[in-house]
C-alpha cells in the first residue's frame, strides 16, 4: 500500500519557525511536492523536490532525503495568515497522479 | 491568465440522481486529474485523463462513476444515482504536456447529497 505520515496538528506563534515533516512509504518515488491549503479551497503548490536537498522559496524551504523516505516542509517568520492545512504529496513516477497525506493543520496565533 | 476553473462549485443532489461536474484546464493544460477530498481528510485520486484519453482510473469506483476529457470542452466528472457517501469536495487539477511536477488545482464542487 501507500502511505504518507505527517503530524495532524501544529501550534505556532507570529514570528517563529515552524517544520512538518513527512514520512512516505510508496511503492515507487519520483519526486514530493507540499500543497497549502485554506478553509477547504483550492491546494495551492508550494514547493516540489526531486533530488535530496534544500529547496528555498521565500519564507518557505523544503527538504529530501530519498535514502530515509522523508521530507519536511519549513516556514519561517510565520504570520497569521499562514494558518492553513498542509499537506505533502508524492509523485511515483513523473506526471502521474499525486498521493496525498492526510494534511497537518497549522494554528499561528499572536 | 485563468487558472483552473471548476463549476459548479457547489451542488446539492437528492440520492439516486446524476451529478455532473465540470473543470476546464488552465490554458495550454493537457492533463487533467480528478480527486476527491472528505472533511478533514487528505485528496484521494480518481482519474487521469488526457484529451480523449483515460490514463489512469485506478481511484475511481468501478460503478457509477465516469469521466471524460473530449477533445473540445471541459473534463467532466459523473456521478450516477448518487448516495450520501459521496458528498465530498471534488477538485480537479491539471498540468502542461510536458508532465511537470506541478498539479494546479481548481476550487473544488462541493457536493451534497441529501
Known amino acids: 500500500g501507500q502511505s504518507l505520515e505527517q503530524p495532524s496538528e501544529v501550534t505556532a506563534v507570529e514570528g517563529a519557525i515552524v517544520q512538518i515533516n513527512c514520512t512516505y512509504q510508496?511503492?515507487?518515488?519520483?519526486?514530493l511536492s507540499w500543497y497549502q491549503q485554506h478553509d477547504g479551497g483550492a491546494p495551492t503548490f508550494l514547493s516540489y523536490n526531486g533530488l535530496d536537498g534544500l529547496e528555498e522559496t521565500g519564507r518557505f524551504s523544503s527538504f529530501l532525503s530519498r535514502s530515509d523516505s522523508y521530507g519536511y516542509l519549513l516556514l519561517q517568520e510565520l504570520q497569521m495568515k499562514d494558518s492553513a492545512s498542509y499537506f505533502c504529496?508524492?509523485?511515483?513516477?513523473?506526471?502521474?497522479?499525486?498521493?496525498f497525506g492526510k494534511g497537518t493543520t497549522l494554528s499561528v496565533s499572536s | 491568465n485563468a487558472g483552473v476553473m471548476q463549476n459548479p462549485r457547489h451542488l446539492v443532489r437528492r440520492r439516486g440522481q446524476e451529478a455532473r461536474l465540470r473543470c476546464s484546464p488552465m490554458?495550454?493544460?493537457?492533463?487533467v486529474y480528478w480527486y476527491r477530498q472528505l472533511p478533514e481528510e487528505g485528496l484521494k485520486f480518481m482519474v487521469y485523463?488526457?484529451?480523449?484519453?483515460?490514463?489512469?482510473e485506478s481511484g475511481m469506483p468501478k460503478e457509477r462513476f465516469s469521466a471524460e476529457f473530449p477533445k473540445e470542452g471541459p473534463s467532466i466528472l459523473r456521478i450516477q444515482q448518487v448516495v450520501r457517501g459521496d458528498s465530498a469536495a471534488y477538485f480537479c487539477?491539471?498540468?502542461?504536456?510536458?508532465?511537470?511536477?506541478?498539479?494546479?488545482f481548481g476550487p473544488g464542487t462541493r457536493l451534497l447529497v441529501l
Open positions: 485523463l488526457q484529451k480523449e484519453n483515460i490514463i489512469d
Open positions: 490554458k495550454g493544460h493537457s492533463h
Open positions: 487539477a491539471s498540468s502542461p504536456p510536458s508532465g511537470t511536477e506541478t498539479q494546479y
Open positions: 510508496t511503492s515507487g518515488f519520483y519526486g
Open positions: 504529496a508524492v509523485y511515483r513516477q513523473a506526471g502521474t497522479a499525486l498521493i
